[in-house]
């Protein structure tokens, strides 16, 4: 079976099918499960920010922005300063170490208007957390700390902040100052007698108020501390990815912790839990045990954004699109702009044919994306046909797999994928994942 999609299809306008104005769309999305689509680099440019949107992303974050780069006008990082208006809400996610390029960073960031200025206080690759950056700001945390305040004395735009559970295993435990803040140490910024005399407060009261403690003998865990710390700075809402810096990707995220930061009564800024959320029901658990505010899905959408239109599906019910038996996938009928301001998402593609459709319009999208040039395009949309959940559990996959990772051109992609669907698109049966 072919397909119809072409090289065009990428800058296509829709057309409403069966609505006259966006005022017939009058159901509105649940807020009470909100999704977030995580920042990624190399994976959340705007071709795939744009699919996440319309299956049901509330909010999503770019690629990682190098302060230092954009200071210097990088111009492969100021690129990724590129926003559309369909894709909002929109976070651009900055990283550095050293307050004065975050804070002048964030005001240039600031000028592209996003919804929020993000920082990554959480990425642990060895080139971003190595150099004292992302996750590396784990081991020095009152630099952290400089850096939020910097960064929100800088601008307008609510800021926001992603982190980790800590460095390694031993934040994971209650002890002693797990800040290793100096005595003389305030989480507003000051020094200690400095707050004591403007506020006219005891020093218990002092901390008391900020959510820490000046008792030798407390003990308590990092991220919890570490939340109330941010939220001083003026932090307005944080991720927290439930893994230390030290785990990488490697073993189960822990949400006990997140659920911990959210129910501290000291907490009034929403909490955001990230990590192993691969399917609607994980997610609901999320929701339902932890009662994070948002939850924010990362690797798991590689290949798969309409994961979120799933998850909604599950959690809050079929959309207008999907109650009226209308698909995205089939008539494709509703522009982006349409679906972002009525609040709706477009219904999850069900056959593997309408999946392997979305994945090569994201092939287009991501060579638009490259400035038309084809093979740069494809070679960054591969990591979606590796993961996709479309071809896994295909029997005697692994050389037509071989031969996708290896197309060059769009042809020889279609081409594959179009025989993919011709040889298992009707046979669901032996395609669990196709469904």
Same mark, same amino acid.
């Given at each position: 079976? *072919?397909?119809?999609? #072409? ?14 104005? =966006? ?17 990624m680099e190399d994976v959340t440019d705007p071709a795939f920010r744009m699919l996440c949107k319309r299956y049901g992303a509330d909010r999503v974050y770019t690629e990682f922005v190098n ?5 210097? @006008? ?23 170490? #050293? ?7 964030? +005001?240039?960031?600031?000028?592209? *208007?996003?919804? %929020?200025?993000? /920082? ?36 307008? #735009? ?20 797990? &800040? ?19 506020s006219g407060l005891t020093a218990s009261a002092v901390f008391q108020q900020s959510g820490l403690t000046g008792e030798a003998d407390h003990k308590s865990v990092f991220i919890t501390d ?11 809402? &944080? ?36 990590? @192993? ?18 939850? !924010? ?28 038996? +209308?698909?995205?996938?089939?008539? +494709? ?10 609040? &709706? ?7 593997? =044919? ?12 991501? /060579? *638009? ?15 979606? %046909? ?7 559990? $295909? ?9 996708? $990772? ?10 594959? !994928?179009?025989?993919?669907?011709? *040889?298992?698109?009707?046979?669901? #049966? ?6």
């Open positions: 079976m *072919q397909s119809n999609l #072409t090289a065009n299809d990428s800058e296509r306008s829709y057309s409403v099918s069966g609505l006259s104005s =966006e005022a017939g769309l009058t159901a509105q999305r649940s807020e009470r499960h909100a999704l977030y689509l995580a920042p302060a230092d780069a954009l200071v210097r @006008d990088v111009a492969s990082t100021t690129r990724k300063l590129t926003i559309h208006q369909a894709e909002r809400p929109v976070a651009i996610q900055i990283y550095g170490r #050293t307050p004065e390029s975050m804070a002048e960073a964030a +005001r240039i960031v600031e000028q592209a *208007q996003p919804d %929020f200025i993000d /920082i990554n206080f959480g990425c642990p690759v060895k080139k971003v957390a190595g150099k004292g950056a992302g996750a590396g700001l784990l081991r020095d945390v009152p630099r952290m700390l400089e850096i939020a305040r910097a960064v929100v004395n800088a601008v307008h #735009t609510p800021v926001t902040a992603k982190t980790r559970l800590g460095w390694d295993e031993n934040d994971l435990h209650p002890r002693v100052n797990p &800040l290793n803040l100096p005595k003389s140490y305030s989480v507003s910024g000051l020094t200690a007698s400095a707050v004591f005399q403007q570490l939340s109330l710390a941010l939220q001083d700075c003026g932090i307005q809402e &944080l991720a927290i990815h439930g893994r230390t810096r030290s785990q990488m990707y490697r073993g189960e995220a822990d949400w006990t912790l997140i659920g911990e930061v959210k129910n501290n009564p000291r907490m009034h800024i929403p909490v955001i839990g990230n990590g @192993d959320v691969c399917t609607p029901e994980r997610a609901k658990e999320c929701f339902d045990l932890y009662g994070v505010d948002a939850v !924010m899905v990362g690797r798991a959408t590689f290949g798969n954004p309409w994961l979120f239109a799933e998850i909604k599906e599950y959690l809050d019910g079929p959309s207008l699109l999907q109650s009226e038996g +209308r698909s995205y996938s089939e008539g +494709r009928s509703y522009s982006e702009a349409v679906l972002q301001r009525s609040g &709706l998402s477009a219904a999850p593609p069900r056959s593997m =044919e309408e999946k392997v459709n979305v994945l090569k319009e994201h092939v287009l999208s991501s /060579i *638009q994306w490259c400035g038309g040039d084809e093979r740069k395009g494809i070679v960054h949309s591969r990591r979606h %046909f590796a993961a996709s959940p479309v071809f896994k559990g $295909l029997p005697d996959f692994r050389q037509t797999r071989i031969a996708l $990772l290896r197309a060059e051109t769009v042809e020889e992609v279609f081409a594959i !994928m179009d025989s993919i669907i011709a *040889q298992w698109g009707n046979n669901e #049966t032996q395609c669990p994942n196709g469904k």
